[in-house]
């Protein structure tokens, strides 16, 4: 399902060759400048999918491989963010995914059923104040916790709209999917991220018990 | 839906079904502006739209681990290797 150019394509060539000025190298520095900084970013993505610091590491460094074997192919002055992530999907696709045999967490993206979703359970003004409060006072942890929770393809839309800050069309291109498709699960994944975090808030006690049921 | 008793529940309705682009700014200036006009004047979408606020920055600020040292490390020793004048 994705579209995309393979980006490892591209050979390194000239290994160990004995040239004095080598554009090899050049290469290698511009890789280092712009990619190296770019390293925080690609491990928090690389835990949206892996979700564990190892093979987050693993999958960072895969993908560090890949993009600087296809680094030649990159356009410089395009997103290199959004180039990067694509190969980390594609690596994370064909060989982590795979081996890890995950429970496939289906997100059936039909693009109609977000839309005839209609706001729920809406209460009294006040309380949605204290609720924002409260998501406010949630700790860290209960945040991460409840972005792991959420179905893979909606955990990932998430992360790069809200995190990331891509448009949707970058979003659609590095998932390899229509641009409905992303709104589809960004819809989801956020909805299903406010209901996990208000249960936390609620087991904390940060909001006012307002009644049974809905 | 329960609109809060807003005189524009449409409205309501528009900034529900569109709150996530709205917030994205993904949405055509048109429906945006609508959007942004509902949200001035429907004290029960704002909230709704605070909170939504709330929950984005939160997850910004929760979701950007540090890379490892030892991830670090690597990168640099991997790259080092395809140096042929330097290190």
Same mark, same amino acid.
């Not at chain 1, 995950?102 to 039909?110: C, F, I, K, L, T």
């Not at chain 1, 009294?124 to 972005?147: I, K, N, Q, W, Y």
């Given at each position: 399902?994705?579209?995309?150019?393979?980006?490892?394509?591209?050979?390194?060539?000239?290994?160990?060759?004995?040239?004095?000025?080598?554009?090899?190298?050049?290469?290698?520095?511009?890789?280092?400048?712009?990619?190296?900084?770019?390293?925080?970013?690609?491990?928090?993505?690389?835990?949206?999918?892996?979700?564990?610091?190892?093979?987050?590491?693993?999958?960072?460094?895969?993908?560090?491989?890949?993009?600087?074997?296809?680094?030649?192919?990159?356009?410089?002055?395009?997103?290199?963010?959004?180039?990067?992530?694509?190969?980390?999907?594609?690596?994370?696709?064909?060989?982590?995914?795979?081996?890890?045999?995950?429970?496939?967490?289906?997100?059936?993206?039909?693009?109609?059923?977000?839309?005839?979703?209609?706001?729920?359970?809406?209460?009294?003004?006040?309380?949605?104040?204290?609720?924002?409060?409260?998501?406010?006072?949630?700790?860290?942890?209960?945040?991460?916790?409840?972005?792991?929770?959420?179905?893979?393809?909606?955990?990932?839309?998430?992360?790069?709209?809200?995190?990331?800050?891509?448009?949707?069309?970058?979003?659609?291109?590095?998932?390899?999917?229509?641009?409905?498709?992303?709104?589809?699960?960004?819809?989801?994944?956020?909805?299903?991220?406010?209901?996990?975090?208000?249960?936390?808030?609620?087991?904390?006690?940060?909001?006012?018990?307002?009644?049974?049921?809905? | 839906?329960?609109?809060?008793?807003?005189? $524009?529940?449409?409205?309501?309705?528009?900034? $529900?079904?569109?709150?996530?682009?709205?917030?994205?700014?993904?949405?055509?200036? $048109?429906?945006?502006?609508?959007?942004?006009?509902?949200?001035?004047?429907?004290?029960?979408?704002?909230?709704?739209?605070?909170?939504?606020?709330?929950?984005?920055?939160?997850?910004?600020?929760?979701?950007?681990?540090?890379?490892?040292?030892?991830?670090?490390?690597?990168?640099?020793?991997?790259?080092?290797?395809?140096?042929?004048?330097?290190?």
């Amino acid at each position: 399902m994705l579209l995309l150019d393979d980006p490892t394509l591209e050979g390194v060539g000239a290994l160990g060759s004995r040239v004095m000025v080598d554009p090899e190298d050049e290469l290698a520095t511009r890789f280092e400048a712009e990619v190296i900084p770019l390293l925080d970013t690609l491990y928090a993505g690389a835990l949206r999918m892996a979700r564990n610091p190892d093979d987050a590491s693993d999958l960072v460094q895969e993908t560090v491989e890949r993009a600087f074997k296809g680094f030649k192919s990159f356009t410089p002055g395009t997103n290199l963010r959004a180039w990067l992530f694509r190969i980390m999907t594609n690596a994370y696709i064909n060989s982590y995914r795979k081996k890890q045999r995950q429970p496939q967490q289906s997100s059936a993206d039909d693009v109609e059923d977000w839309q005839m979703h209609k706001a729920a359970s809406h209460t009294s003004a006040g309380l949605r104040s204290a609720e924002a409060e409260a998501l406010d006072r949630l700790p860290d942890s209960d945040v991460t916790r409840a972005l792991s929770s959420i179905g893979e393809d909606y955990r990932l839309a998430v992360y790069y709209a809200d995190v990331e800050g891509f448009a949707y069309k970058e979003i659609a291109e590095i998932m390899g999917t229509p641009v409905g498709t992303v709104m589809s699960r960004l819809h989801r994944g956020r909805k299903q991220l406010r209901e996990l975090l208000e249960d936390y808030a609620t087991e904390r006690g940060l909001v006012p018990s307002q009644g049974e049921g809905s | 839906m329960n609109t809060g008793g807003c005189a $524009d529940p449409h409205g309501c309705e528009d900034t $529900d079904q569109h709150l996530y682009e709205y917030q994205h700014h993904e949405l055509t200036p $048109d429906l945006h502006r609508r959007i942004e006009e509902h949200l001035a004047t429907c004290a029960h979408c704002r909230e709704l739209y605070a909170e939504e606020e709330v929950i984005r920055q939160r997850v910004k600020e929760c979701a950007c681990e540090r890379a490892p040292e030892q991830l670090r490390a690597q990168v640099f020793a991997f790259i080092a290797t395809f140096r042929t004048t330097r290190g």
